[in-house]
């Protein structure tokens, strides 16, 4: 056999069925071609002396890369004012009159070039790709007009093109009604439907389509009426579900057959039964919900007892979620909402791949899918949730190519 890239004397978190984590000790896995060839105990590897790198990670562990299945990546600006302003008690009102809120992030949005959002986004990747993140979904939203959503997608593109990370490039013009349609959602969400989602489609910038689904966001009526006009153009489709209040949301996600439910604060039994019947995997954020002070934690009794799977995300985005570390998403994951550690794990591989529609390819060690990689300094997966902001990512890997390292290389 041959290789282009061989890992050996580790221990490979495979994050399969077979015991917990898919644990493999003493370890080894072979690369060729970008993908996954070999793999299985490093004294029965098939090669003595290998024509290739070798890179001896004794003494780690390794994953598959890391799948972020929730971002808002793309956008300028911060969410300083607001945060200074929330942490002193102000109301929402107050933060919109001061300049902040949404209606300040949509006028940041528009006012911003293309060239600006890219620029601004680029250390943000860079961080999730030191991070581990070697796929990563990218929403639009916070433009809420034709040019600027548009912008948000083809930055998308971009950065997939121009960094070693797959992303997955999600329509969320639904994610606020735009000021000028100010108490005409409807027309809103035509104007969705007739111009701004078939642009996109055409232009080849959109993987998914997305909406705010809550008793301050949009009804299940209008997301049923904007997901029949996804499914009429083959997208899949997911939701900010249940987030502040109990809007069914996860059930319209489930009627779709869609790919994930997100947040989910406030879903109820019913909701969590129709998702797990449905197939839908919930897309837990403690960023948003740390940042925002909820109390309310999402029911991950009833998805365990239920049957539907947890991801994690880090939801990325400048109001509620200023974050780029998945580590430390696990650790709130375990914390807040009671994850194990092998769940919070999961979340961020075998389920975050699963939440894109992508889990044929990716998320988990095996023969046969993409060599998407990552080395952590750790002696066992359990500490990536267990330190507090802590990030242990020691070489990233995507598609069989070496693409950040955090410490000299140990290569042979
Ligand atoms: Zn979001």
Redesign the pocket.
Do not use: G, V
């Given at each position: 056999m041959s290789f282009d890239l061989i890992i050996r004397n580790t221990t490979l978190a495979c994050m399969t069925d077979a015991q917990p984590y898919g644990l493999l000790e003493r370890g080894a896995l072979g690369v060729k071609d970008g993908k996954i060839v070999w793999l299985g105990p490093d004294q029965d590897f098939p090669v003595e002396f290998p024509a290739c790198p070798v890179i001896d990670a004794s003494g780690m562990v390794v994953t598959a890369g890391l799948v972020d299945c929730?971002s808002?990546v793309v956008h300028v600006g911060d969410g300083l004012l607001d945060f200074e302003l929330k942490i002193t008690g102000a109301t929402r009102d107050e933060i919109a009159a001061a300049g902040g809120g949404v209606g300040g992030l949509v006028a940041r949005s528009r006012a911003a070039s293309e060239e600006q959002l890219y620029c601004e986004t680029v250390p943000r990747i860079k961080a999730m790709i030191a991070s581990g993140i070697t796929t990563l979904e990218s929403?639009s939203g916070l433009g809420l007009d034709l040019a600027s959503e548009l912008n948000v997608m083809r930055v998308s593109r971009a950065l997939a093109r121009d960094f070693p990370l797959d992303v997955q490039s999600t329509f969320l013009g639904a994610h606020g009604v735009a000021p000028e349609y100010k108490d005409r959602a409807d027309d809103y969400i035509d104007f969705l439907i007739e111009r701004i989602l078939p642009a996109a489609v055409q232009q080849g910038l959109v993987d998914a389509v997305d909406g705010f689904c809550d008793s301050i966001g949009f009804s299940p009526a209008q997301m049923t009426r904007l997901f029949e006009a996804a499914s009429s153009h083959g997208l899949p489709v997911k939701l900010?579900a249940d987030q502040y209040t109990d809007a069914g949301a996860g059930q319209v996600v489930a009627r779709f057959n869609g790919l994930s439910a997100?947040h989910l604060e406030y879903a109820s039994k019913a909701t969590i039964a129709a998702m797990a019947e449905a197939g839908v995997v919930a897309g837990l954020l403690p960023g948003a919900n740390w940042m925002l002070r909820e109390t309310q934690m999402p029911p991950v009794h009833w998805m365990r007892e239920l049957g539907v799977e947890m991801a994690l995300a880090t939801?990325n985005?400048p109001i509620s979620s200023p974050v780029t570390m998945p580590t430390m998403m696990m650790n709130m994951g375990c914390v807040r909402f009671g994850l194990t550690a092998e769940e919070a794990v999961a979340a961020f591989t075998r389920v975050g791949a699963k939440a894109l529609g992508m889990a044929a390819d990716r998320g988990t060690l095996e023969v046969g899918k993409v060599a998407d990689l990552v080395i952590w300094d750790v002696t066992h997966p359990g500490e990536l949730p267990y330190r507090i902001a802590h990030n242990p990512c020691h070489t990233t890997i995507k598609a069989g190519a070496v693409c950040y390292q955090a410490a000299p290389t140990r290569l042979q």
């Open positions: 929730h808002h929403k900010h997100d939801n985005n």
